[in-house]
């Protein structure tokens, strides 16, 4: 009999309450939750009685809970302080954590009696980004020290060894303290970003399973001995479901290495959980390892995978580990966790658009799912080995009792170092229990920010962990049974993260087989049709036919004009396979950067559709008696709306909505290299009840058809996103014109930066930076094009940027793997190979120049080190990046790049809130980011336009926006005129 076909996993995009349903019904008879919580009582109560001491996480989170400004500061500094390493930034960010805080008024806990007069005197000496006297100089390194000895303390609350060595040696003490404790080493905190990276760490894999190796048994089962955790994106600097491909072929020989390693010495290997997106890709390297394992070691019962409860699908997740292992003859050990993700997926999920979240959004949901998963792993014990990492007490109590209800379970329990050790010392005083410690290894000041990370997401006061320190928390509520699905308000669905009044458009997520499939489809399908050029001599007649339509347009009432955008929005919304395709084909976009600047149209035309209903209605002003005074919009006439290539739909789309939504018609002129996509969008206008006079698509060149278009006398205004080049010749032909002034809305383009100190983190700044300055081949206007990192992190953070930036595809843009597609034409490439030249001889090259052929107008991500801001006049318009470092003082750096004169988008990465704050109002940018990105501003979220050489404003997808398309009229009413106001005389 042939063994049953893979099972596949559901979409992760569910209604949550269906799943919590389905999850309760699964423990329906199989548990007593009154029972459970009973025999937790007393674990509760013991460690009440005795309380862990004033250096373990639950001491620590209940003097400064991370709600708390204190546990925050001090969550904060850990995360940050011991990677800093100039003095005078370690001070600044002391002083910016610390000084928030009140450490004073717990000096009764274990912080304070640690360094309590330091902590106390910490308001007072540190300078708060200020020079400091001498004598507060003084005061402020002694603060720090004593900062960072409490760092110290809490690393090791966190870390169990610096190296495994150390950690091995600790771990033999505690398991001599308490027999049968095991452990599982966990490396690594962050993720690969380059391929040494990830050469570094399969090495430290190696040396650490040779060293558990020296301690295990062979004569035991595999579950007695210690055993190793690995991450796999720590093994891969690509580990992404689109370059699948590539990891199956790099990464499984990689993990199959330390397989066999772990296997000879009869130690366990669990995979660790990652992201939701990453779930699939996770799943088919476990199953092409579990094969190997069955071909090269079948009596090895040591290769596991861990599975987060609070992911939606972890349920039939655990089914599909269950057939993995029965095809292959197998038993296979699974860690079962809550989850550590969650505010990165529920983010994500906001962000993409995605019909539902992948997580579930209420604590007591994912508790329902971990003792649905408990139940499920249990009775699947003939082919896993069931691990539960849990500090909750009554979620352990419930544990034992389904597994008492089974024959001869085997199993075991898990908890963090640092966490649970009251409750387990209780739980482990009963025989039989096994528990094993997840023991992060490696330097403080590496692993720290990852671990502070995870706590911050997962330390909230309605944790366990946090509740069970709190004694006014009674034991009803402690242990309080979370098998229930009540009405509770949650978080909006991601479609509904605007409010009832804009909805959200909806995206896809590429990582997802069944959401990738229409857009092939979709680019099988699609042809690129051609679209007939204007003629100069038509553009009057075309103009004429604009203000004829005008009154028509402009005397619909303006919820009705709303409503057809809106369904114009509907409309695209329901194209955006096609719509996607094509741009793919024509812009040469990537997927998804195709589907981003879909998703940004919709969103300009409901934005602009509810903006013109909000503003648009007369507003009444105060007067004297007898008097009324009303303030009206009106629409100006035609307008010319002249878009840009980098965003041949969003920008077109959001400047036509605005024209329209305000009244005014439009004579749209779409860049030269992108003509189809824009008939689209005018298409779907049209379908929507825009009449074909009130929106005209001319096509041509610039230097014609726009030009005569800019020249015609009777048009009331301009709106162009281009080269600021452009923009001067605009206005000054404006400027030139007899008759009326007309308005010129300019998005022009910007020598964009990022001002990196030493308080950031290396791996964030290096993935901010690739995505900034390459993704869309550096052709938008927000790009990065000039990163200034403070030099006592430069040389780490620039390998970094070298190595990630060598790891992106560059390619067909078709193809999903492709992270930098073409530049948009010859003339383009041929500008930025001029450039090139010229940078080659002038500065440091930090990347190599590549070897696609002009033909393909490929260029590969490219970075120079300069000596000088002062050295970057101008904007390379491509995947071209400047790196300069700095000292000194930070503000100094914002005063250069004000000097260059342009001002759209900065970036700033620091840990120091009140230097990115002061550096952010000293800058002259219209877009400052902290500590993201600088890229893909969102309608209604980050509105979006520079100043000076980058634009005339207002912003973008932003509330003063539709202001510049509308006259402003005021009507006077003199009411005594005719007989008096009444009302006064009546009042």
């Not at 692993?447 to 990370?453: F, G, I, K, P």
């Not at 096609?578 to 084909?585: H, I, P, Q």
Request: hydrophobic content about 45%.
């Amino acid at each position: 009999m042939s063994p049953p076909p893979p099972q596949r996993l559901p979409a992760p995009y569910r209604p949550e309450a269906e799943i919590v349903r389905h999850r309760l019904q699964s423990l329906e008879h199989t548990l007593d939750w009154d029972a459970a919580a009973h025999a937790a009582t007393p674990w509760v109560a013991a460690v009440r009685r005795h309380p862990p001491p004033f250096w373990a996480m639950e001491s620590l989170l209940k003097e400064y809970p991370i709600s708390s400004a204190e546990g925050l500061a001090l969550m904060r500094l850990a995360e940050a302080l011991l990677r800093v390493p100039d003095a005078e930034t370690a001070i600044a960010l002391t002083a910016d954590q610390l000084a928030r805080a009140d450490f004073e008024g717990s000096a009764d806990g274990a912080l304070a009696r640690l360094s309590q007069a330091a902590l106390a005197m910490s308001k007072r000496l540190l300078p708060h980004e200020a020079e400091p006297g001498l004598l507060g100089k003084l005061g402020a390194r002694t603060v720090v020290a004593a900062a960072l000895r409490a760092v110290q303390l809490l690393g090791r609350q966190f870390v169990l060894g610096q190296d495994i060595a150390a950690a091995l040696r600790e771990a033999q003490d505690a398991a001599r303290a308490q027999p049968g404790l095991r452990f599982s080493y966990d490396m690594l905190g962050e993720g690969a970003r380059t391929g040494q990276d990830a050469q570094r760490y399969l090495a430290a894999y190696r040396e650490a399973i040779e060293a558990i190796a020296a301690k295990a048994r062979a004569d035991v089962p595999v579950e007695r001995n210690d055993g190793i955790s690995i991450k796999l994106s720590a093994l891969h600097p690509r580990y992404e479901a689109l370059q699948a491909e590539r990891v199956l072929a790099e990464l499984v020989p990689r993990v199959w290495s330390l397989c066999e390693q772990a296997a000879r010495a009869n130690i366990h290997l669990t995979i660790d959980a990652e992201e939701v997106d990453r779930l699939e890709l996770s799943l088919e390297v476990f199953e092409q390892l579990a094969a190997r394992v069955a071909q090269h070691h079948p009596q090895w019962q040591g290769f596991g995978l861990a599975l987060q409860s609070y992911q939606t699908r972890a349920l039939e997740l655990i089914d599909c580990v269950a057939q993995i292992a029965r095809r292959h003859g197998l038993r296979l050990m699974c860690r079962l966790v809550k989850g550590a993700y969650w505010d990165a997926e529920i983010k994500r999920a906001q962000e993409l658009g995605l019909p539902h979240y992948p997580v579930f959004t209420h604590k007591h949901h994912t508790d329902i799912s971990y003792l649905a998963c408990a139940r499920a792993l249990l009775a699947a014990q003939d082919v896993i080995y069931p691990q539960f990492a849990t500090h909750n007490a009554g979620t352990i109590a419930a544990i034992l009792q389904m597994a008492s209800a089974q024959r001869n379970a085997q199993f075991e329990l898990q908890r963090l170092h640092g966490m649970g050790e009251g409750i387990y010392r209780e739980v482990l005083k009963q025989e039989g229990i096994a528990c094993r410690v997840y023991a992060p290894v490696g330097r403080h000041r590496d692993l720290l920010a990852y671990l502070v990370r995870r706590l911050l997401e997962n330390g909230a006061n309605s944790s366990f962990v946090h509740q069970l320190a709190d004694e006014s928390v009674g034991m009803d509520q402690l242990l309080r049974s979370p098998l229930r699905l009540e009405a509770m308000p949650g978080l909006p669905l991601p479609p509904a993260l605007y409010g009832a009044q804009r909805q959200n458009s909806l995206g896809l997520d590429l990582a997802v087989d069944a959401m990738r499939a229409p857009l092939l489809q979709a680019h099988a399908a699609t042809p690129v049709p051609p679209v007939a050029l204007a003629e100069t001599a038509q553009v009057d007649a075309q103009v004429r036919r604009a203000l004829a339509a005008h009154p028509a347009w402009d005397g619909l009432p303006v919820p009705e004009r709303a409503q057809r955008l809106r369904s114009a929005a509907d409309r695209m919304q329901d194209a955006l396979p096609r719509l996607a395709a094509l741009l793919v084909k024509e812009a040469f976009k990537t997927w998804g950067d195709a589907v981003a600047e879909v998703r940004e149209a919709v969103d300009f035309l409901r934005y602009y559709a509810d903006e013109a209903v909000r503003i648009m209605q007369p507003v009444e002003l105060p007067g004297p008696t007898g008097e009324s005074n009303e303030l009206r919009l009106a629409s100006r006439g035609a307008w010319v709306c002249i878009s840009p290539w980098n965003f041949p739909l969003a920008i077109f789309t959001g400047q036509v909505a605005a024209a329209l939504a305000t009244g005014n018609t439009v004579l749209a002129k779409p860049a030269e290299q992108t003509p189809a996509i824009a008939a689209e969008a005018v298409a779907l206008l049209h379908a929507a009840g825009v009449p074909a006079d009130a929106l005209q698509l001319l096509h041509g060149p610039g230097e014609t058809i726009g030009a005569a278009l800019v020249a015609h006398p009777r048009i009331a205004g301009v709106v162009f996103t281009g080269s600021t080049p452009v923009a001067k010749a605009i206005n000054l032909s404006l400027a030139q014109k007899d008759g009326p002034i007309v308005p010129l809305i300019a998005e022009t383009g910007g020598i964009n930066a990022m001002i990196v100190d030493s308080t950031a983190l290396p791996e964030q700044v290096a993935d901010c930076v690739v995505q900034s300055a390459f993704r869309s081949a550096g052709q938008r206007c927000s790009a990065l094009r000039l990163l200034c990192v403070h030099e006592g992190i430069a040389d780490a953070v620039i390998e970094m940027i070298q190595g990630a930036a060598r790891e992106q595809v560059t390619g067909d843009p078709h193809e999903w793997r492709t992270d930098v597609g073409p530049v948009i034409d010859g003339e383009a490439y041929e500008n930025i190979q001029r450039q090139l030249t010229r940078l080659h001889a002038q500065a440091r090259p930090l990347l190599p120049p590549g070897d696609q052929p002009p033909a393909t107008r490929l260029v590969p991500p490219q970075a120079f080190e300069i000596a000088d801001i002062g050295e970057v006049r101008q904007e390379i318009f491509g995947p071209v990046l400047h790196v300069v470092r700095w000292r000194g003082d930070p503000k100094g750096v914002v005063d250069q790049l004000n000097a260059l004169g342009y001002g759209l988008t900065l970036g700033i990465q620091s840990r120091i809130d009140t230097r990115a704050l002061a550096l952010a109002a000293r800058a002259h940018i219209g877009n400052v980011y902290v500590n993201r990105n600088i890229i893909g501003a969102v309608v209604g979220v980050q509105p979006f336009g520079g100043e000076g050489l980058s634009g005339t404003g207002p912003k973008a997808g932003g509330p003063n926006y539709l202001l510049r398309f509308c006259a402003e009229r005021t009507l006077t009413i003199n009411t005594t005129a005719a007989g008096g106001n009444v009302a006064l005389m009546t009042a």
